[in-house]
């Protein structure tokens, strides 16, 4: 659907303003992505509208954000595979995250929040296949990364201090599926490097 809409969107451009066909394949994409994301904003602030998690929805949202942004992390294979993780994480944490802070102790989330946003301190930005990251671009992006990572971070020890369980719980959650989708993308990474050394051995 979104694809179909991007195409439209993309030759009515193109039409427009008379863009060669690169031009267009690359606004189709601008707006494939786009669209996606902007969905996906909507489907999960009316899943935490409808299920009574609203807040907790848009706390996820937001630490989503600025970790994914700037620190890169891995990738599906295909849309298909991207939705369903993408969406089915998203709506389980918001989901069971209110119970998790019922049973599971205050300075867990503290630990958990701890590890993940510093260890992704010294590994973001990780880049992708599809995706390559170098230079000055790297450099600006982890900039950028260490900046969201203290927003992040004076929000959830704010919401600590306060003892808003949920809000701190859905925080340290985000960093932890971040961080391992850093960890998931440097593995993506070692795995590329190796076969592609090896078929430079094999030619």
């Known amino acids: 659907m979104i694809q179909k809409i991007s195409i439209i969107l993309s030759k009515f451009a193109a039409n427009n303003l008379a863009l060669p066909l690169r031009d267009e394949q690359i606004l189709q994409y601008c707006f494939e992505q786009v669209l996606s994301k902007i969905l996906f904003s909507v489907l999960i602030l009316v899943f935490g509208y409808f299920s009574n998690r609203f807040i907790i929805s848009v706390l996820f949202l937001a630490s989503f954000i600025l970790l994914r942004s ?10 298909i595979l991207c939705a369903i993780l993408s969406y089915g994480i998203s709506f389980t944490v918001i989901f069971c995250t209110p119970y998790l802070c019922l049973i599971v102790p205050d300075i867990f989330f503290l630990v958990l929040y701890s590890f993940f946003i510093i ?17 000055r671009k790297r450099q600006i992006m982890h900039l950028k990364y260490i900046i969201s990572a203290l927003l992040l971070t ?9 003892e808003y369980k949920t809000a701190y719980g859905i925080i ?23 076969n592609a050394i090896q078929n430079c051995c094999l030619r």
């Open 172 to 194: 340290s959650i985000c960093a932890m599926i971040f961080g391992i989708s850093l960890i998931i993308g440097e593995l993506q990474n070692r795995k590329e490097k190796v």
């Open 70 to 79: 700037f620190g890169g992390g891995a990738h599906a294979h295909n849309r």
């Open 154 to 162: 004076v929000s959830f020890g704010t919401f600590f201090v306060l």
């Open 119 to 135: 260890y992704s301190l010294f590994k973001a930005p990780v880049d992708c296949k599809n995706k390559r990251i170098s230079g």
